[in-house]
């Protein structure tokens, strides 16, 4: 019977630990539930930003300047004193110039939770940056969003014009005037043929989601009336410059045009007939079609010999760039701020807008090209190009070359509604 009270007892005994030992670990479950929670809740509340701005406790309110809308006018319904608006107008000046707030810009407003005073005003100036005005410390700060960069690989086929063609693709007119540049010496793109080909790889810079520029080109392929043109990228002398197969340049002392890509109206002719004079003169330059405005660039470097308007020529600039080689633009509506006898330009730099000021019976530029004191046929001469890939660097080069070769030779030729965006 003891011995039935003494197993009866361990029994007992072992259940009640058992039992205590269940409720404490239920307790102690509970208690790490909590624990995991608070935690939960703590890096949910270090999570909440905007702008890197903790808005756990604060009201967010979103919108866009309307027209003729100041720092003032936005922050105005905000019970933000002018005394701030005005001290915040005094110090950002040097950060952002408040004036320069512009019509349809995001911006944003943070207030607390309890309170309709504005605690801070995000104002985008673009796509890639904001700025940030703590209205109670009264301190001003310009950052940026971050960027993705995606590579983006896109062949056509002309059917049109290049820039008609590269357009239906998605390439921007920043993009084509690089293309055409760099084929410039090349291919005469005013003689295209339909099925000529080309390819472009580039990186899209993305922030939001949204593609907010474009990098310059990063390899190139054209093809006219069945001769390819690779343009592979290497870095010599410290400048990166494109070459062909051969490891010659694409770079020379000019650019090809004087204008971005554009239109040629009229070619060097030592007979023809004057629109306005009315008789058959020679006419020594190469005439641009492009709309009043457009910037007109030095083909090359070198320094302004004159600047100033005649009767004849209108508003034009001269520009010798070395002993042999002298160019001059004719009819501007202006000549760019600083064109001066003496002025040093460089290679693509606006000197001048286009105009039909002088003898000209529409918006144009004529171009004129002398060579060792001759004026030239600027279509037909033939420019010495840079430096061909050294010696030294044909090994690296070769590397390069055969990876670009690799790359534009997958790329597909594609219809006008597609563009293939790489995986990284």
Known sequence: MQKKWISAGLIALVLGGGFYYFWDQIDFNQQQEKVLVEDFKEEMKEDLLLYGININNLDVVEGVVGKNQTLSTILAPFNVSYQIIDEIAKKSKDIFDVRKIAFNKKFTVLTGRDSSEAQFFIYEPNPS????????????????????????????????????????????????????????????????????KFKVVYKEKVVDDHVVGITDIEAAYFEHMGEPYHAIPFEQNGELSFFDQDGNSFKKAFLRDPLKYTRISSRYNLNRYHPVQKRYKPHLGTDYAAPTGTEIRSVGEG?????????????????????????????????????????????????GYVGSTGLATGPHLCFRFWKNGKQEDWLKEKIPPSDPILPANKMAFEQVKMDKLQLLADIPISTPVEKLVAKN
């Open 303 to 351: 320094t302004v010999v004159d600047a100033r308007f005649t009767s004849a020529n209108g508003n034009y600039v001269k520009i010798k760039h070395n002993g042999t080689y002298t160019t001059q633009y004719l009819h501007m509506s202006k000549i760019a701020s600083g064109m001066k006898p003496g002025t040093r330009v460089k290679q693509g730099q606006v000197i």
């Open 129 to 196: 940056e904001y700025v940030v005005f703590k209205l109670d410390e009264v301190s001003i700060y310009k950052e940026e969003k971050p960027v993705e960069y995606r590579d983006v690989e896109i062949g056509g086929e002309i059917s049109s014009s290049l820039y008609v063609n590269m357009t239906q693709l998605g390439i921007t007119p920043d993009l084509i005037d690089q293309f055409a540049d760099m084929y410039g010496w090349v291919v005469d793109f005013q003689r295209l043929q339909k099925g000529d």
